[in-house]
C-alpha cells in the first residue's frame, strides 16, 4: 500500500525553465512534509519543508505546494539549473514533535538540460 | 559540524553471515532512525530510537533484524543470518526537532 506516491519516475527540464515535481498522498493523518534530493551514493540531502498549517513555503529557487484537500504537493525548482539533476523524494509523516516516521515516495529522477 | 557518519559504506556478507552497521548522529542529536532501500525503490522506515531506548521498531523484520542506540558510541543495526533479499541500502538519519538529516548510507551486499 503506497501511502506517498510520485507518479512521474523521471522528468526532464531545460536549464533556465521551471521544474515541478508532483507527490500525492492518501494517509490524512499526515501533516508534515518534506522534499528530499540524492545524488548517486549518497545519503539524501534535505530541501525543504511544509506543515498543514501552511499552502506554500519558499527557500531561495525551491518552493513547496501543499493543498490538503486534494492530497497533493508540489515542488518548485526556478530557475533550474544542472546541478539540480538528482532524484527527489517527497515524503510525509504525521506531526509529532520530536518522532517522525517518515513514509517516502518512490522518487522522481530529475534532469536538467544544458 | 560534522554531519551524520555510516560506516562501513559498503559491505559485503556471505549468506549465513552477520552485518553490523553503524551509525553517529549528528552533535547534539539525539534521535537516530533507521531506513532501507532497496534498488528503484524510495526509503523504508525500520526503527526510531533515542538513547538506550527503541522507540517505534514497527518497520524492522521480525526475525534477524535488530538496533540498539546505547548511552555511549553509535547506533549499531544487527542484521544476523543475511540472505541475498537483505542486499540494499541502509540509511540512518539523525534529528533533534522537526528534520531529519541523513548520513551517507551503507551499501550491503550479500553473495
Known amino acids: 500500500d503506497q501511502q506517498v506516491k510520485q507518479n512521474s519516475p523521471s522528468l526532464r527540464v531545460q536549464e533556465g525553465r521551471i521544474s515541478i515535481l508532483n507527490c500525492d498522498y492518501t494517509n490524512s493523518m499526515f501533516d508534515y512534509f518534506l522534499w528530499y534530493k540524492k545524488y548517486p551514493a549518497e545519503g539524501p540531502t534535505f530541501l525543504i519543508s511544509?506543515?498543514?498549517?501552511?499552502d506554500k513555503n519558499e527557500d531561495g529557487r525551491f518552493t513547496v505546494f501543499l493543498n490538503k484537500s486534494a492530497k497533493h504537493l508540489s515542488l518548485h525548482i526556478v530557475p533550474s539549473q544542472p546541478g539540480d539533476s538528482a532524484v527527489y523524494f517527497c515524503?510525509?509523516?504525521?506531526?509529532?514533535?520530536?518522532?517522525?516516521?517518515?513514509?517516502f515516495g518512490q522518487g522522481t529522477r530529475l534532469t536538467i538540460n544544458p | 559540524n560534522a554531519g551524520v557518519m555510516q560506516n562501513p559504506r559498503h559491505l559485503v556478507r556471505r549468506r549465513g553471515q552477520e552485518a553490523r552497521l553503524r551509525c553517529s548522529p549528528m552533535?547534539?542529536?539525539?534521535?537516530v532512525y533507521w531506513y532501507r532501500q532497496l534498488p528503484e525503490e524510495g526509503l523504508k522506515f525500520m526503527v526510531y530510537?533515542?538513547?538506550?531506548?527503541?522507540?517505534?521498531e514497527s518497520g524492522m523484520p521480525k526475525e534477524r533484524f535488530s538496533a540498539e542506540f546505547p548511552k555511549e558510541g553509535p547506533s549499531i543495526l544487527r542484521i544476523q543470518q543475511v540472505v541475498r533479499g537483505d542486499s540494499a541500502a541502509y540509511f540512518c538519519a539523525s534529528a533533534q526537532a522537526d528534520t531529519q538529516y541523513f548520513g551517507p548510507g551503507t551499501r550491503l551486499t550479500v553473495l
Open positions: 530510537l533515542q538513547k538506550e531506548n527503541i522507540i517505534d
Open positions: 515524503a510525509a509523516s504525521p506531526w509529532i514533535q520530536g518522532a517522525q516516521k517518515l513514509v
Open positions: 511544509i506543515s498543514s498549517i501552511k
Open positions: 552533535k547534539g542529536h539525539s534521535h
